[in-house]
């Protein structure tokens, strides 16, 4: 029998919470901390850390459409003249990230993100690949990723990109419903979504992701129950049922809607509860607090191996600890640093041309930083930690076992000693978890809106 969260707790811990995509998150980056010159001894060191091997996240902002759900950084244009300068200035600054390189690097995973990766030609996205690994050597056993809009993804892509090594597809859906479509921007059709899948798995692609979006304008439980019959019927190795993210204060375009437009709390809550209980009952195993997969998908197979990973580009099954970010907005991690690069197009291409590296955050992490990291690293894939390493306040472990009191009333964790080992129901709780161990957040006490809600 499937067991889920009662009403009462999901409303108790919807409240807003980081992501944990990284730890800090970034709106509590020290940017102080972080020059060029340390951002360069960082990649350096890791490289070398890790004996050469690397993962490339390229973000590729374009969009003919704008998707008013979307967060994400990107620029809406029907200009396709922006492809080649482009692509040409990301090869340039793989270029200078190759000059800091002490040895030919060994591509483990490449993900490429936007806005709509497919906005570029089958071509450009051939020639932006083929110059990366080109210049590389690729691991065995890599994944490659694209994240596809149905509408803009066609067969010479897929095919122009298996033709570089490409394994990995993740077909953006969130939900088939004409009037929350309509609502989003995001007019796509069912048979136009079977049509990419079918063809992905066709042309070899050995995992297909679907994403899916509960708590959208005029989205109701009957039109999750819906979607989710239909995209169930495809069975595609791995489904990320997330949650909104309704931050107007970060996207202006969210603005658009209203408290009216969006489900109540209590709808949203029975959306999340009705979605993972219909996953869960197609055969799909749940991963961390967003994921579920197929018995026999790696992700899963990482999962049960105590291997699985996360970063900004979320769950992986790869465990990189140097991930160079190109292009406008790109976030790198170094493990011991992040950086992230300009976010609008013109000033990220004017540095990267005039032979800079394009950043404009920053963050080293402290010896405190890097074990809380491995804290939330721990809850996120593994659902334990051992609180075994102390850092510079004594009184850390003290106030965290603290703020995890009412969790392990409530059934969300147990601690044994300095153990802390989150239960069946606190699967769905992870984000707030993690947060009781969250040093910046609580220093931080921010009284703005920073985060979107945890459910």
Same mark, same amino acid.
């Not at 049960?304 to 990973?309: C, F, I, S």
């Not at 957040?441 to 921010?446: F, K, N, V």
């Given at each position: 029998m499937i067991s889920l969260p009662s009403q009462s707790l999901l409303q108790k811990y919807d409240v807003p919470a980081p992501r944990y995509t990284s730890y800090p998150t970034v709106p509590y980056w020290d940017h102080s901390t972080l020059s060029e010159d340390a951002w360069k001894q960082q990649v350096a060191q890791t490289f070398l850390d890790e004996q050469g091997e690397i993962s490339l996240y390229m973000h590729l902002p374009f969009c003919e459409s704008l998707c008013t759900f979307c967060a994400c950084n990107k620029r809406i244009t029907k200009n396709h003249e922006v492809e080649d300068p482009y692509i040409q200035t990301l090869l340039k600054e793989w270029q200078l990230y190759l000059d800091i390189l002490p040895a030919k690097p060994v591509i483990r995973e490449i993900h490429l993100g936007g806005g709509t990766p497919t906005f570029f030609s089958p071509a450009n996205l051939w020639k932006l690949i083929h110059g990366i690994t080109s210049t590389s050597i690729i691991a065995d056993h890599h994944a490659f990723s694209i994240e596809a809009h149905p509408n803009n993804t066609t067969e010479a892509h897929l095919q122009a990109l298996s033709g570089v090594g490409f394994n990995?597809? !993740?077909?953006?859906? &969130? =939900?088939? =419903? +004409?009037?929350? &479509?309509q609502a989003i921007n995001r007019i796509q059709t069912f048979e136009k979504t079977k049509e990419v899948i079918y063809r992905a798995s066709k042309l070899g692609y050995s995992s297909i992701n679907v994403d899916l979006v509960y708590g959208l304008p005029h989205q109701t439980v009957h039109s999750v129950e819906a979607t989710i019959g239909k995209i169930t019927a495809l069975m +595609?190795?791995?489904i990320a049922y997330y949650s909104y993210a309704h931050v107007p204060w970060k996207s202006k375009v969210q603005r658009r809607y209203t408290d009216a437009d969006l489900p109540g709390a209590a709808e949203k809550l029975e959306m999340y509860q009705r979605g993972k209980e219909l996953l869960l009952a197609s055969g799909y195993v749940a991963i961390g607090m967003d994921h579920f997969a197929l018995p026999g998908d790696p992700l899963l197979e990482a999962t049960? &191996?105590?291997? *699985?990973?996360r970063n900004f580009m979320g769950?992986?099954?790869t465990n990189s600890k140097l991930i160079v970010g190109l292009g406008a907005s790109a976030i790198s991690d170094g493990w011991g640093a992040f950086a992230q690069n300009e976010k609008t197009v013109e000033a990220y291409e004017a540095l990267v041309q !005039?032979?800079?590296l394009p950043l404009i955050n920053g963050h080293l992490l402290s010896e405190d930083d890097l074990v809380i990291r491995r804290y939330v690293l721990d809850l996120m894939c593994r659902h334990q930690t051992q609180l075994s390493h102390p850092t510079s306040d004594p009184t850390f472990i003290p106030n965290a076992k603290e703020r995890l009191q009412p969790m392990v &009333?409530?059934?969300?964790?147990?601690? =044994?000693g300095n153990t802390i080992t989150i239960t069946n129901t606190g699967k769905s709780f992870i984000r707030n978890i993690c947060a009781t161990l969250d040093a910046r *957040?609580? @220093? @931080?006490? !921010?009284e703005t809106n920073v985060f979107s809600k945890a459910i």
């Open positions: 990995r597809i !993740s077909v953006g859906v &969130q =939900d088939f =419903d +004409p009037v929350v &479509q +595609p190795d791995r049960e &191996q105590g291997k *699985l990973n769950y992986t099954t !005039s032979g800079k &009333q409530d059934g969300l964790v147990e601690i =044994d *957040l609580h @220093a @931080a006490q !921010s």
